[in-house]
Every structure is written in C-alpha cells, then in structure tokens.
C-alpha cells in the first residue's frame, strides 16, 4: 500500500524558511511525477511545484517561481519542498501527491501539513 507523509510545516514570519518533507512508501516510483499541493482557507486546491521521479525535472507555480524548490532523493523516496521567502499568501496546507508520468490524475495523496506565515 502506498504512503505519502508530508511533515516539515509550522508558523514562520514572512521572510523566514521552511523545508517541507515527503515520506514516500509502498512502490517505486520509476515513471512517476511528484506534486506538492496547497489549499488555503476558502480557496480551491493549487499546484506549487512537481518534479519527475526519474530524471528530477521540476516545474512550479508562477507564484512560487524563484522562491520554492522542488527536490527528490531516491535512496530515501522522499521528496523536499524548499520553501524560502515565505509570505502570508503562502499560508495552506501542504500536500504531496504521486501519479503516474502516462497520465494527469493524481494516484495517491498525502493527509497534509499545515504552513502558517505571520506578517
């Protein structure tokens, strides 16, 4: 069975640093996209940044471009969201999800961690 665990969130000023973790369990992820997600209060679920499990391609949201990265580490199955120059725009919970690289739907999620940006 497939695990994702998100840890790494908590309450930062604007400005500060975090680095969001994913656990990822349960497979290989050869041929696989990894997804972190956001969803704030009242807004609908966002894309922030993904990365191909293979070669470690990353792509990311506009809003985050040149403030987060996306990185992974196969020894370990886990996936890293650095999150630098953290805004209170930024506050959500954070999500990781896995799919596979033939399609566009999200397979597998994880239940979350929370980010709070004080001004």
């Known amino acids: 069975q497939v695990h994702l665990v998100e840890s790494g969130g908590g309450l930062v000023q604007a400005g500060d640093s975090l680095r969001l973790s994913c656990a990822a369990s349960?497979?290989?992820?050869?041929?696989?996209?990894m997804g972190w997600f956001r969803q704030a209060p009242g807004k609908e679920r966002e894309f922030v940044a993904g990365?191909?499990?293979?070669?470690?391609?990353?792509s990311y949201a506009e809003s985050v471009k040149g403030r987060f990265t996306i990185s992974r580490t196969k020894a370990e199955n886990t996936v890293y969201l650095q999150m630098n120059n953290l805004k209170p725009e930024d506050t959500a919970v954070y999500y990781c999800?896995?799919?596979?690289?033939?399609?566009?739907?999200?397979?597998?999620w994880g239940r979350g961690t929370q980010v709070n940006v004080s001004s």
């Open positions: 999800a896995a799919r596979p690289m033939s399609t566009r739907n999200y397979s597998y």
């Open positions: 349960g497979r290989t992820f050869t041929n696989w996209f």
């Open positions: 990365i191909t499990w293979n070669m470690g391609t990353p």
